[in-house]
C-alpha cells in the first residue's frame, strides 16, 4: 500500500468515526426510554406500517439481536408505560404479539416529525444533488460491507415469522 494509500485509508476511517460522534437532528431516544426500548418502538411502527398485527417476540429478539427474555422485560416495562400492547395471535391463541399502543404510535410520530426536520435541515445545507449522491454513496457503502459479512437481516426489512 502507498502512503496516498494509507492516507485516504486513514482519512476514510476518521470519517467513519466522526459519524458515530455527531447528534443526528431529532435522532434522540424517545422520553424515559432508553436506546433499546426506543429502536423496539421504531420496529413495531415499522412493522405496523406494513399491516403487521404485532411481532412475536422471538421475531423482536432477532431483529434486535437481544435474548428473548431482554425483550420481554423490555416489553414489561414499555406496557407498563402503555406504548405497547400483548395481544393474542388471531391464527393461534397460544402465540402473543406485541405491538404499538395508541399512545406509543402517537409519541413515534412526534419523534418522527422531529426527525423529519431535522433531516430537511441537511437537505437544505447539501442541496438536493448532493443530499442524493450522499444516500447512493452510503446505499453502496452498505453493500459493500454487507456482502463481505452479511448481517442476520437488512434494517429495512423484518425477518419472516
Known sequence: ???????????????????????????????????????????LHRSMEEGSTGLKASVLSQIMRVTQPT????????????LVERTAD???????RIKLSEEGQRIIKVVLDAMYEGTKDLIRHLGEERTH???????????????RSPLCHRPDQTPSE
Do not use: W
Not at 14 to 42: D, Y
Open 1 to 43: 500500500m502507498t502512503t496516498d494509500d494509507n492516507q485516504t485509508s486513514h482519512a476514510l476511517i476518521q470519517s467513519f468515526r466522526q459519524m458515530r460522534h455527531i447528534n443526528l437532528s431529532g435522532r434522540k431516544p424517545v422520553e424515559g426510554c432508553t436506546q433499546a426500548e426506543t429502536m423496539m418502538l421504531f420496529i
Open 90 to 96: 388471531t391464527q393461534d391463541r397460544r402465540v402473543v
Open 133 to 147: 449522491l450522499l444516500i447512493e454513496m452510503l446505499n453502496d457503502v452498505f453493500q459493500y460491507y454487507n456482502e
Open 71 to 82: 425483550v420481554s422485560q423490555m416489553v414489561n416495562v414499555l406496557e407498563a408505560r402503555g
